[in-house]
C-alpha cells in the first residue's frame, strides 16, 4: 500500500468531514496507516485560514488523541484554499497548492480526491480538475465520491458520463458506507464458512428474507435535503440493495474485488421488475406522525424544520423484492427503513423453511438473524424439547453479541473505506452497473408513488411502520421477525 499520498476534499467545512472523515484519517495516521508523507488540502467556499482549519481539526479529533501535541502535529498536514467549485482561477491556485505540497512531503504524485458536497457540482469538480491538470498522470489518482449517487437513473447517468470524462471506472469510489460496516462484511464468514449454511443458502430451504433498517431519529436538520429524497432513494436504492446483493450472491470464486463484483453483478442484473399490480402491493410508504415514546413527545414529519407541511415524502418504505437466480428465485427478500420508529437497528432475519409438525408439534422455522448494528453478532433460533415428562417444543436462541464499535475493537466505516481506496480496493464500493441497475429499479417505484398508485399510510412515531408494511408479509404468509414495539406496548411506553 502506499500510503503516501495528497488528500484534496471538497466540501471541506461539512458536517460529514467534521464527524467522520478528519477522525478516519486521524485513526489511520496513528495506526500507522497514513505515513508522514501526506497532506490534505480542504476546500469549501469559506475564507479560512489554515490556523483556523488545523483548529477544526484538532476539535474533530478530541478524545482520539493522546495529547494535544499529537492532535497539532496531525493537523499540521491539513491545508486549505476557499474555492469557489465554478471558478477556474480556482483550481489554477489548487494545482499550485497541489504541486508545492507533493514536494514538500514528497507524495511521488499520488492523489485522492474526496468529493463529500451536493452531487450537482461533481461534473464540474471533475471537468476542471482534468482542464487545469490536476489530474495530470502522475502517481495513482483516484475518486471518492459521496452518495446520493444520482436521483434516478437519468441524472445518475449524466454524472457517471461527467465524470468518466476524467476518472475511469477503476479509478472511481462510489461510497456507501453500509460496505463499511464491519457485520456486512462477516456475512461472507457466515455463510461461506460454515457448512450449515453454506449447504442451505437457497430457494430449497430458504422461506424469506428479511432486512430491517430502522431509525429511531427523526429527520433533524435534514429537511431540506430529506424532503426532496424520502427514505426509498435515502436507505433503499444504496445500502438496502448492496446488503441484498450479498446475501443473495453465489459464491465468489475469490476473496478478490474483481470476483465479488462480478456475483454482485449478477445479482443486480437478476432483480426483478415489479409489474404494476406489484407495485401497488409489493410496496408501501409511510410518513411518521406525532407520538409518545418512553414518556417523550415526538412532532410528526411535517412540522419539522425545512419540510413543506404538505409534504408527500414518505419517511418509511417497505418492499418485496425478487431476484431471478437459480439459487432464490421465489424467494421474497421483504425490506423496511424508517425513521422515527422504535429503536435503532439494523439486522437481517433469514427464516428458513417450516418443517412439518412432528409427533403432533407444532415446529417454528429455524431463524438466523446477524446483527448489523448497533449491537454486532447473530444468533441462531433451534427447537429444542421443553423440559419436562412430556414430549413439547420450545424455542433455543444461540446468541451472540458484541458492541465492538463502541469497544473500538471495529474500525469506523469510513477508516475502513479510505484505508480500501489507499490499497486501491474497490470491493466495498458500489460499481457502476450496481448503481445503474438499482436505479432501474427505483425509478419504477417511485414513478408508481409519484403517481399515487399506491396510499401514503401515517405511522406514529414510535412504531415500527405502518400496519401496511406488516399485512404486506401476511399475503406472503409471513412476519416481520423483529417486532421491538411490542416490547413497549406490553410496558405501555408508546402512544
Ligand atoms: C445515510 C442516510 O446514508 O444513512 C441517513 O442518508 C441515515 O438518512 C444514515 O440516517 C444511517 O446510517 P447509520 O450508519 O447511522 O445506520
Known sequence: MSSKVIVTIFGASGDLA???????????????????????????????????????????????????????EFASHFYYQSHDVNDKEHYVELKKLQTELTEKYQT?????FFLSMAPEFFGTIAKHLKS??????????????????GTSLKTASKLNSEL????????????DHYLGKEMIQNIFAIRFANLIFDQVWNKD??????????????????GGYYDHSGALKDMIQNHALQLLSILAMDKPESFSKEAIRAEKIKVFQSLVQPS???LKHNFVRGQYAAGIIDGRDYIAYRDEFNVDPESQTETFAAGTFFVDSERFIG????????????????????TFKKMPSIFGEEVAPNILTIYIQPTEGFSLKINGKEVGERFSLAQISY?????????????????????????????????????????????????????????????????????????????????????????????????
Do not use: C
Not at 49 to 70: D, P
Not at 333 to 346: A, D, V
Not at 412 to 424: A, C, G, H, M, S
Not at 459 to 477: C, I, R, V, W
Open 18 to 72: 467534521k464527524r467522520k472523515l478528519y477522525p478516519s484519517l486521524f485513526r489511520l495516521y496513528k495506526s500507522g496507516n497514513l505515513s508522514e508523507h501526506f497532506a490534505v488540502i480542504g476546500t469549501a467556499r469559506r475564507p479560512w485560514s489554515k490556523a483556523y482549519f488545523e483548529s477544526i481539526i484538532v476539535e474533530s479529533i478530541e478524545g482520539l488523541a493522546a495529547s494535544q501535541e499529537e492532535a497539532w
Open 108 to 112: 511521488e504524485g499520488n492523489k485522492l
Open 399 to 495: 446468541d451472540y453479541r458484541t458492541d465492538a464499535t463502541a469497544s473500538g475493537a471495529s474500525p469506523e466505516p469510513y477508516e475502513k473505506l479510505i484505508f480500501d481506496v489507499l490499497n486501491n480496493d474497490s470491493t466495498n464500493f458500489s460499481h457502476w452497473d450496481e448503481v445503474r441497475a438499482s436505479w432501474a429499479l427505483i425509478d419504477r417505484i417511485e414513478e408508481a408513488w409519484a403517481n399515487n398508485k399506491s396510499p401514503l399510510h401515517s405511522y406514529a412515531s414510535g412504531t415500527m411502520g405502518p400496519q401496511a408494511a406488516f399485512d404486506m408479509l401476511a399475503k406472503f404468509n409471513a412476519k416481520w421477525q423483529w417486532e421491538p414495539d411490542n416490547w413497549y406496548r406490553e410496558r405501555d411506553l408508546l402512544k
Open 205 to 222: 430451504f430458504i422461506d424469506n428474507v428479511q432486512i430491517t433498517f430502522a431509525e429511531s431519529i427523526g429527520v433533524e436538520e435534514r
Open 132 to 149: 487545469e491538470h490536476i489530474v495530470d498522470g502522475n502517481g495513482f489518482e483516484r475518486l471518492i465520491v459521496e452518495k446520493p449517487f
Open 164 to 175: 468518466v470524462e476524467t476518472f475511469d471506472e477503476e479509478q472511481i469510489f462510489r461510497i
Open 331 to 350: 424467494v421474497p427478500f421483504f425490506f423496511r427503513t424508517g425513521k422515527r420508529m422504535t429503536e435503532k437497528g439494523t439486522r437481517v432475519n433469514i
Open 276 to 278: 404494476d399490480e406489484e
